[in-house]
């Protein structure tokens, strides 16, 4: 049996991470993570005409630098898993068009490479595949022009909005485990919360309540508690969304100690880097996971990282008709190869 | 071993089909393959406000009609895997915000549904999943203003141009199988394929290569020719777009017989109902798969059937920005439970 309760998929054949990737733009890259890294763009158009195609260009570099790192061809690698936030998600399709490798197009809102790792696990534990790239990116400039305004408008910004990060992470997971690799061992499903809040400024509220819901299934359906962990990270809640998270385990009893859980979006920038409430987007999640989390899992300073992506479902249509903003988080657990 | 050849999956614990359900719009009630829907909408707003929420609902109701067809609770079902053409698929998350089920978005463009079962069937033969719910919709109304004009204007379309099918498919597949339920036994995953097409409203020739890719791909990795199956079903290519991959299946020596291939987008309409070359949208396949395929399959007048769903990845800024249009494509095969 491979699963824990209702949403908890365990993996029997835990796939090992065999390279992970992170790439960041400049401004990401002046951030307390700058160090973690693997590559910081100086110019975060990429030689490129446009942002969509400067975005879809890191996507590439990022897969082809972790192909690269881990010494496999993309012919042997039967599935690309991944998603972005662009309509119709054209970052990531476009990317896979020029690398040739099987690919399966998630859309999970900024909680994508999570829910992209969580599946790949699956697809290798399960048998059906030896190794998977697992990625996600997002890009401030195409981001702000689809979602709200063109970066050159120069708008305002309310205090509770977020800044979505110019970044990508990619994993590459297999299922021929060197020894000590890291390990995905378990991954919790979520589901799609909504506490009615319409504030598209406010993506950090939108999503607390999803992450706290797929946190303490994951924590109830495998009889752990956050001690069991080393960290626990959540996807880009930002700082005022990690203080209503925080909140929700207090109003739930779950105990959930202040040092125990970051959030990758209140950890990528310095406040002082004027982001209001912190980083987002799909790329925020991915590379701070590829980065930070796994390079430290790596060096043996953590050895069981429980990372929740989180989400906002909306679209400018949807808001634009009134509808609130639901959210989803999708968890998955990460564990070091040396005890 | 669960894999055969680079992207062909094989269940060794085939899913069963538990419930399948089909709704269509009004025009596409007054199609070929009207009596084969489980609904056809009279009116399709759905008494919503928007368009948006119209097809919102009709997932929900495609879900709800499915789960209650099959005698399975909302709880029992861990995953429902869908996705729609709407930007950031609201028409799918909307709908999971309100069923409970824990969602996995996907985007596969018009082949959404098949890429869900494929997903779906993968998890469930995994142990991952007693049951799972792969949903897929397209509304017309919503894909005319989000990716051409809006309907009020009364733009005309070329002669290649495909209709953007208002319907909705939902398959409940389940690890439980009944005696002669109907199976998911196999998955062909699909690259991305481009040969260049520019032209946003050819919808066909932007996604036969990439159908003719997995379907080639698919019989090569399980030895079989299409004489292996009753019949073999493409997603939304339209008239234009079947007889393009009858040329490239030629042009590639596979042998095809013109009575083996049906596609459904050339099948929804009739050539009088004026939609030019034929239905498309996600919803297209879904319905005509849960409608019409699935239960000539309960029948017995089909036993083995592939289905070759098929997207063409663009979205209007990519189109805008000049860029080409590449199709992807997921097949699933699906056989009768009795010989």
Redo the contacts between chains.
Sequence with gaps: ???AG??T?IFDNPPAIAAHISYAGPKEGQGPLSEWFDVVLADDLLGQ??W??AESEMVRRAVEQALKTAGITA?SV??MLG?D??????AS??A??TL??????????CSTFI?ATL?GA??I??????NAVCVASSHYCTAER?FRFPVELGNQRPPQASWTTTACGCSLLTANAAPGALKVVSGT??????LQIKDANHMGAAMAPAVCSTIEAHLAETGRTADDYDLIATGDLGWIGRNILMELFHHDNVGMPDEKLVDCGASIFYQEQDTHAGGSGCGCVASVSCGWLMKRIERGELHRVLIAGSGA??????CQ?G?TI?G?SYAVCIEGGAE
């Design positions: 049996m491979s699963r209702a949403q998929l005409k446009s969509e195609l012919e039967q599935a998603g936030l662009n309509n119709q998600i054209i399709s476009f896979a068009r040739g490798i099987p690919f399966l197009g998630l859309y999970g809102a829910q599946l699956s697809l534990s399960g048998g059906y595949l030896d689809q499903l979520g589901k799609v919360i909504d479902m909306l679209s400018p249509t949807s008709q509808e639901p989803i």
